[in-house]
């Protein structure tokens, strides 16, 4: 009987020296996986890989170097001829930005994970160069969206990307769900275990998620690396009740990252979204990451796995290590210039002819609207005259009665679909009415295709 891990033949093993920027979470997790792993890594791909030298701003005693040169300027990756391929994994712009443009000018391949530098970025960064850039782990963790885009997905053409992409955010709208506890609460929930920061705006104002869609969208769909022209919302406005009425409604509420193909153009946009119960999206809870992507070939597929932490993000980053490594690498980077430059253009994609981005008052979508009012007769004849006026259409609604102590009456609304510029004077035209209590609350229902 053959043995399956033996039926191909034994590679020849050669070394591929790393140098690592940072010695944080993710860079810990790289030197634990060098060393538990190390041995089946380079079974499967003949690329031992040695840490030659560390750079990070303070030391860390605790944390096992795996006998490479710790230096406090990052800049010695650079300097030290040792070093083959050099890990950016200290985050951040400035910095970030200085060390991958030195290194590539010093013809040093670079690994990254850093999806803001890459999302503000990336046109630069990419443009040009024979020296490979590579950023698996910038989006989604572990999942391997990146490499699926550029050559899993390589012969179709991409229709739309739809992915939950922060964790933190995925993770407190799961809980709001299942336990019914407040925003605030589950936020600091959040924060105890570790799935949120002690500043966690990054996460809950979408910025996180949008930098993420700014390179599937450039890889997806052939545009430039421009995180402006995306609308970015996060979930700060999503209450526990709006929870609870999109399930009488048949939707969950999960924080997406759509881009998408229209007629119009290329929408490109970060924001809370009603999801089908039954959708495959909907049900991808806690701090799991799932990127669906709907091609003209391959249909719809999804991707899904833990899209942060430490082993998870190591794994995504030596993924690209070591795929460097097979390509050809060790026999210098002008070797590998016609591989690996033609990925990088792909990846840097100068924008396609005729696409264009569709701003967010032309994008039409449903929507769910939660009204504060005051329990008075009429009021709901006034709100819809109010939707009518401006020509969009009710498909659900949900009126309860008045709870003793609340001060006013929710009336929620699931219209049709509307163009977002007529949805945003209908609201105006709302929220002047003297029988509206309180800020209106307004989240798209997520696109079919």
Do not use: W
């Not at 490479?68 to 800049?75: I, N, R, W």
């Not at 153009?265 to 990127?291: D, F, I, K, Q, Y």
């Not at 070591?322 to 210039?337: F, I, K, P, Q, R």
């Amino acid at each position: 009987m053959v043995d399956p891990i033996k039926k191909t033949p034994e590679k020849l093993v050669n070394k591929l020296r790393i140098g690592i920027a940072g010695l944080g979470t993710v860079a810990q997790g790289v030197l634990h996986l060098v060393k538990t792993n190390g041995s089946l890594m380079s079974g499967r791909t003949g690329v031992e890989l040695v840490v030659q030298r560390i750079a990070s701003r303070s030391a860390k005693p605790g944390v096992d170097l795996l006998g490479a040169v710790f230096s406090t300027d990052l800049h010695d990756l650079v300097a030290d001829p040792h070093v083959d391929v050099i890990l950016e994994l200290i985050g951040g712009e400035g910095l970030a930005k200085d060390l991958i443009e030195s290194a590539l000018a010093a013809n040093k391949p670079v690994v990254t994970a850093n999806k803001a530098v890459i999302a503000a970025h990336g046109d630069q960064l990419l443009a040009g160069g024979n020296v490979p850039l590579r950023f698996e782990a910038a989006v989604a963790g572990a999942i391997p969206i990146i490499q699926s885009l550029n050559q899993g997905l390589a012969a179709n053409r991409i229709d739309a990307i739809y992915g939950i992409i922060n964790g933190t955010c995925n993770y407190m709208l799961t809980v709001m769900e299942e336990q019914g506890l407040a925003f605030d609460q589950v936020l600091s929930q959040a924060q105890e275990l570790g799935y949120a920061e002690a500043d966690p705006a990054f996460d809950i104002d979408g910025i996180d998620a949008a930098h993420k869609l700014t390179i599937l969208a450039a890889l997806g769909f052939g545009t430039s690396y421009d995180f402006s022209a995306l609308y970015v919302e996060g979930i700060t406005q999503i209450a526990a009740e709006d929870i609870q009425y999109a399930k009488e409604l048949g939707f969950k509420i999960k924080h997406l990252g759509i881009a998408l193909r229209t007629d119009a153009g290329l929408e490109t946009r970060v924001h809370p979204a009603l999801v089908p119960s039954s959708a495959l999206l909907a049900n991808v809870n806690g701090v799991m990451n799932a990127v669906q992507i709907v091609s003209d070939a391959a249909g719809e597929t999804l991707f899904s796995g833990p899209g942060a932490g430490g082993a998870a993000t190591a794994s995504a980053v030596l993924a690209d290590v070591l795929s460097l490594g097979e390509s050809g690498l060790l026999d210098s980077v002008g070797a590998v210039e016609s591989n690996d430059r033609s990925l990088n253009q792909a990846q840097a994609a100068a924008v396609a002819p005729g696409i264009h981005r569709v701003v967010m008052d032309d994008i039409a979508s449903a929507c769910y609207l939660r009204i504060p009012t005051v329990d008075r007769p009429g009021v709901f004849a006034q709100v819809a005259s109010a939707l009518s006026a401006h020509s969009i259409s009710i498909e659900a609604v949900i009126q309860k009665e008045q709870s003793s102590g609340d001060a006013s009456v929710s009336i929620v609304i699931l219209t049709d679909v509307a163009v977002e510029s007529v949805v945003n004077a209908a609201l105006s035209e709302l929220a002047a009415l003297d029988t509206v209590a309180g800020e209106i609350t307004r989240i798209r229902v997520a696109p079919t295709h």
